[in-house]
DNA sequence: TATTGTTATACTCTATAACTATA
DNA sequence: TATAGTTATAGAGTATAACAATA
């Protein structure tokens, strides 16, 4: 039960990014650049490989939703900074996102009860 | 902050998935074979394209985790039937996974408060 | 020697478009 | 003509392994 209101907050989130024209992945790294941030944090914030956000930063890049360079204090490391075009993009996945309530909406009132319950009580 | 709550059920069940030899996908068509179902079905189950369910079927079959045989009533159908390899998979992935609540208690009793109170509220 | 990042490679998930076979 | 499914192709996300540059 749990997991159906979480597969459906992440349709919700996946369908507002396709919206946006970026995937969920790149949002939630858009997320985490209110700093510009080097590559190996990123990594270790999404729990994921370097060579995943390489190419995932690669592809932002690309799209000129993010800036490389390199970090002052470490010539082996890189900062990624957030564009003007990218904090467009954050805001407005934001806007439409709202705080995530929506994807309760297809949920009864005894069942939202229940979960509520759940939650609480876990 | 629901959103939160969803990243990390989400996670949980990757991490399952994974610690049965499975993806998140796969788990999520074994689930739907109680019955056996017309790979037409699955599509409309999952909202993705017959396609993608043709290529996700083809790896549940080389896995040996499902079985495909023609429709009866329908020379153009396929029925997908889950194997006792594959019953096992699920079996051991519901067990592993429980209810979900094992993703909740990163949480704080005042986090789970909150949410529980928009949930029950939203 | 250890750390940061990249490249090469591979696999899964997904979609679109073109196609075959059957209804 | 419409439906069920497949194949070809492509792009995104991810991981492992081997590597270069720097600390």
Chains 1, 2 share one sequence.
Not at 66 to 74: A, H, K, L, T, Y
Not at 93 to 117: H, I, P, Q, Y
């Amino acid at each position: 039960m749990l997991l159906a209101v979480a597969e459906r907050i992440q349709s919700h989130l996946d369908a507002t990014a396709r919206a946006v024209g970026v995937t969920h992945a790149q949002v939630k790294v858009l997320m985490q650049l209110d700093q510009p941030q080097r590559l190996c944090d990123l990594a270790s914030l999404q729990d994921c490989d370097p060579s995943s956000i390489t190419a995932l930063v690669q592809r932002l890049e690309r799209d000129g939703l993010v800036q490389r360079e390199v970090d002052p204090n470490d010539a082996r490391a890189r900062r990624i900074r957030i564009s003007a075009k990218g904090k467009r993009s954050r805001q407005k996945f934001l806007e439409l996102m709202g705080d995530g309530r929506a994807a309760l909406d297809t949920l009864s009132a005894d069942e939202r009860a229940a979960l509520a319950a759940m939650i609480a009580g876990g």
